[in-house]
């Protein structure tokens, strides 16, 4: 697992993403967030069958190819009928880590820190904690059931932490909004 401090890190780079590209609204969206930041979102369903086949030969579930410059990037995403829909876009934003966070082949922890950025992108602590406790969180954030436990757990050591809202997660609170509009204590 990535330190606090990295944790702390990733968080900022979520949040950071989100302010600059005005991304406020829950269930956040995979999709139009690639295609602000100009990446290719490639499903498999629109490969052909030689391509599909190397595409499963690479992951049965998402991965993303980058020029050898790291200024282009494309996240090819399993969306067949083998694919949950919750998971897939968990798939999505754990690419999109890859991406934002810079991750090499190198990079120590990359596969832990794509997990945690993917896990904050879609169900933030604050966000959790804001959240009415009777609320599926599985339903609100439109995440797996894991992930939702994860996230919550995550959510309740953040609490530990103290009362003290950081500047990104303050930003969020503020910010956030539901589909169909609504402050995020209205859920």
Known sequence: MPSRTREIEIETAVVELLSDFGITEYPISIKRIVETL?????????????????????SNDAFHVRTPNYSQACIVLDDTC???????????????????????????????????????????????????PAFNLTEVFKVSSDCALFAKDQA??????????????????????WKGGGLIESI
């Open 156 to 177: 309740l050591a953040r609490k530990r932490e103290g009362e003290t809202w950081r500047p990104h997660e303050q930003w969020l609170i503020n910010n956030a909004t």
């Open 38 to 58: 100009g990446i290719d979102l490639v499903p498999y369903s629109c490969l052909q069958p030689q391509e599909l086949a190397l595409a499963r030969s690479a």
């Open 82 to 132: 083998n694919a949950y829909h919750n998971r897939t876009r968990f798939s999505g934003a754990h690419e999109l880590g890859h991406i934002i966070l810079e991750h090499r082949e190198d990079t120590p922890n990359r596969e832990r820190e794509a997990d945690y950025f993917a896990g904050y992108l879609l169900a933030p602590h604050p966000l959790i904690l804001k959240c009415n």
